[in-house]
């Protein structure tokens, strides 16, 4: 009976994914990404809208544009959330053979050992995620001043560094399990708001890499708020998007959760 409702919710869940429509983004370099990307109830062309990147973790890389889907973005399939926060959310898939932080680091090693240098040339998966998002945000209705931002594990790390490379792009961002370049960051970085999750029991990427950054920017006197989970390993991503106030935050810039 059990083994009977999970796969009653994953079929549920997976029609539901179907809302995030299929597409390919061939990027000017002629490279192929794939992605998702899910429309407001009723889109309205001559209205604007924000716009939600989602960037998943190293275990959902693939060609096959559905992988991507595995965690996380329920909460913007949640019919409530779709009526009291109305947004474009795009998610792409990375491919097998790629990464989107520019750190450097074995993938068989646990925990892993980063090294993060933002000097590193950008790889081609968030160059191409770069300019798919320049061009969602040029050609559908996007209010530019709600362009947000958020990412697990591997993700995280892309969300750091997508902010880092394009400073004046996003108002918010939530980087969960991640860790980038502290030192690279700078008052640019200061234009955006930070959530930041984390787990203090993680085995797979060190805490002590999003603690770096939340430093980081408090030195910087950036709007940051940082989340550590007592004993909660690497996916910390559960806890992130089950807080309440997680789009409330997002999407209100006045909002303050303290």
């Known amino acids: 009976m059990k083994y009977l409702l999970v796969c009653l919710v994953l079929v549920g869940f997976n029609a539901s994914a179907q809302e995030f429509e299929k597409k390919i983004y061939i ?5 192929t990404l794939p992605y998702r990307i899910l429309y407001p109830e009723g889109y309205d062309k001559s209205k604007k809208y924000p716009l939600v990147l989602f960037l998943h973790g ?41 990464q989107w932080p520019s750190a450097k680091y074995d993938r068989t090693q646990r925990p892993l050992q980063l090294e993060f240098n933002y000097n590193n040339p950008i790889s081609k998966a968030l160059q191409a995620v770069t300019d798919l998002t320049y061009n969602i945000v040029r050609n559908e209705s996007v ?26 792009l996003f108002a918010a961002a939530a980087p969960i399990c991640g860790g980038g370049d502290a030192s690279a960051y700078s008052k640019k970085q200061t ?14 990427v060190e805490v002590k890499y ?10 910087l006197k950036a709007d940051v708020r940082y989340t550590e989970y007592k004993d909660v390993n690497h996916n910390s991503w559960d806890n992130a998007f089950a ?3 997680f789009l409330e935050w997002m999407f209100n810039k006045d909002f303050k959760l303290f």
């Open 143 to 168: 209010n530019k001043k709600q362009v947000y931002i958020t990412g697990l594990s591997m993700g995280g790390m892309g969300t750091f560094e997508m902010v880092y490379r394009n400073p004046k």
């Open 58 to 98: 190293g275990g959902e890389r693939g060609r096959d544009n559905e992988k991507q889907l595995t965690n996380g973005v329920k909460l913007f399939l949640d019919p409530g959330n779709r009526k009291n926060y109305p947004c474009i959310v795009i998610v792409p898939q990375c491919m097998p053979d790629s």
């Open 27 to 31: 990027s000017s370099k002629g490279d």
């Open 243 to 245: 807080e309440p106030n």
């Open 210 to 219: 999003s603690r770096a950054m939340v430093e980081r920017l408090k030195d």
């Open 191 to 204: 234009k955006t708001r930070y959530w930041i999750f984390r787990g203090d029991a993680d085995a797979v």
